[in-house]
């Protein structure tokens, strides 16, 4: 990433139909992408109010990019040339800051670390996930039936049907979570910030991964489940491990 800083942290990823967005701790890059899929130029924000940003998610229906701060989002968009960016800044800072996002359909979610949810429809809708404590939640995620929230050290949340449930890691891990991702079968997929990962089944069973719990000594802090079923986990300090 030209003029990226070289020890700034690179916290999310997200993309376009032509451009790749990037978001850490220096601000915001966007790299235009050739018919080869090719980064051909990039464009970095660094003169913004307030970083680090936590995370990047595209949301098509704005055609915007939007990015969590210790005090609201940004959101981000090309001009009409495509050469230059804008951008600007929303302020929550009652909400507390805004840690993970995600789009499902037409709609964003965005989860703050007091366990305070954003919603982004045809409004903009807040709520307080009842009975979380005021920590930090790392993730959220989106199915068909369902929304679900990672906490740090509260396992998970959910919210289905407009009724909350509350999902405490009772199996051989604890409950601090740094991401949460659900497969289309349904399980819930854990990493955990003490090394090691877990998952949920349909049947409200939770079962650890020994051969990963076993392996990297380092906290695994990302999740996500392929279009094709497989697992990927995302470990500090040792790479990409598929299940």
Known sequence: IGNWPDESKVTGVTFDEDSIWVAGEAGVAVAKVDDQFLLNRTNWIAALTETPLFFVVNYPRFDARFAGTAGGWYWFRHTLEGDSLIHFRVELSSLGPVTSGTVFSDSMWFITTPGKYILIDMDIDFGTIPGATPSGFTSVHCTNQAVYFGQTDGGVWRLMDDEWTHIELNGPLDNNLGDIA?????????????????????????????????????????????????????????????V
Do not use: C, K, Q
């Open 182 to 242: 659900v497969g289309d079968d349904g399980r819930v997929w854990t990493a955990h910030t003490n090394r090691g990962a877990s998952f949920l089944t349909v049947d409200g069973e939770w079962n650890s991964l020994p051969y990963i719990v076993a392996g990297p000594s380092a906290p695994m802090t990302s999740v996500d489940v392929a279009p094709d079923g497989t697992i990927w986990y995302g470990i500090f300090g040792s790479g990409i491990w598929e």
